[in-house]
């Protein structure tokens, strides 16, 4: 995609707060903003399911800000993004179960329902950051943080192995989930068979 950020929000709800944000865009940084509908049914996993608000970011969000004139607006937007994903967090979402398929709700599920962000690193890379119900605080703002030094991080090793000008859409990018451990408040990689495990009913 072009765009360095994309935020989502539900076509029922007038999200000043994602306006002001994308209302930062220009031409070499490009912000948008996509509603959806309010009402969609899903046969999935929680954690497939899309969250309520979703911001969605690229490789080129972390390549635009490499110049020293770009560091400010780095600092701005990745603190605008914070507290937009702290906000939303706040906004408390559930799911209903359909009545012929019980029990099928995870019992531990711990992430948030309401905001969640991915991030296209690479062509064959796409990240799912889910964000913790249970961090609170001035733990939260340091979660935060730090999920973007460990995208920053990714994000260069990827340059590293495979380096490229802009990210392909024709090539279908492996997903991975990134968790921050509300007890080490360490982020950790998880594949979809280890989120599976780690949320499944027994």
Avoid at 2 to 23: H, K, M, R, S, Y
Avoid at 81 to 93: A, F
Wanted: hydrophobic residues 40%; contains cysteine; proline residues 3%.
């Amino acid at each position: 995609m072009e765009e360095i950020i994309i935020i989502g929000w539900p076509d029922n709800l007038d999200d000043t707060d994602a306006q002001e944000i994308i209302d930062l865009s220009k031409p070499q940084l490009k912000i948008k903003g996509v509603q959806h509908k309010s009402t969609r049914l899903f046969a999935a996993l929680e954690w497939t399911i899309p969250t309520t608000f979703i911001i969605m970011i690229s490789g080129l969000f972390f390549k635009s800000f490499m110049e020293e004139a770009g560091k400010d607006t780095y600092q701005m937007l990745k603190s605008r993004l914070k507290e937009y994903i702290l906000k939303r967090r706040e906004i408390k979402t559930s799911l209903i179960e359909s009545s012929n398929l019980t029990d099928k709700l995870s019992k531990k599920y711990d992430q948030s329902l309401s905001i969640s962000m991915k991030a296209r690193l690479h062509s064959k890379l796409v990240i799912n950051i889910m964000i913790s119900e249970k961090v609170k605080g001035q733990d939260a703002d340091n979660m935060m943080e730090r999920v973007f030094e460990v995208l920053q991080m990714i994000h260069d090793q990827c340059q590293e192995i495979a380096s490229e000008e802009y990210i392909m859409r024709n090539i279908h990018p492996e997903e991975v989930y990134l968790l921050a451990n509300p007890e080490t408040y360490f982020w950790e990689i998880l594949t979809p068979k280890e989120m599976f495990e780690r949320y499944r009913n027994y």
